[in-house]
């Protein structure tokens, strides 16, 4: 399968989300996964963007995403591989694995 490098973004706030107050912040989550995504698939770049629900970048797609999460009362951190949501409030690295893995992604143990 052909490699595609891919855009995972975290959607988040500063505070913590009201249904997830035992659980790390967005931010922490972000920090965490961007590591873990990083040592299971060595030399393979992607990119990681957190995104602040409350002041998003200029971007129109970011923007909508962001303005989605809070009128929906999306669980946040919401975290999206090439637009797919895989995660909601306390993502599974399995969800994110596996969707990364559609694209060509190869952990250290599959290489």
């Not at 490699?3 to 988040?12: A, D, H, L, N, S």
């Amino acid at each position: 399968m052909p490699f595609k490098q891919v855009e995972i973004c975290v959607y988040g706030a500063e505070v913590v989300c009201p249904s997830c107050v035992n659980l790390p912040s967005s931010k922490e989550t972000y920090e965490w996964l961007e590591a873990a995504i990083k040592r299971k698939y060595v030399n393979q770049p992607f990119v990681i963007s957190y995104i602040d629900i409350f002041q998003p970048p200029d971007d129109e797609e970011k923007k909508a995403f962001a303005r989605k999460v809070v009128e929906e009362d999306l669980f946040y951190p919401v975290v999206l591989v090439e637009g797919t949501i895989v995660g909601e409030g306390n993502p599974k690295l399995k969800a994110i694995y596996e969707e990364m893995e559609k694209y060509g992604y190869k952990s250290v143990e599959q290489a």
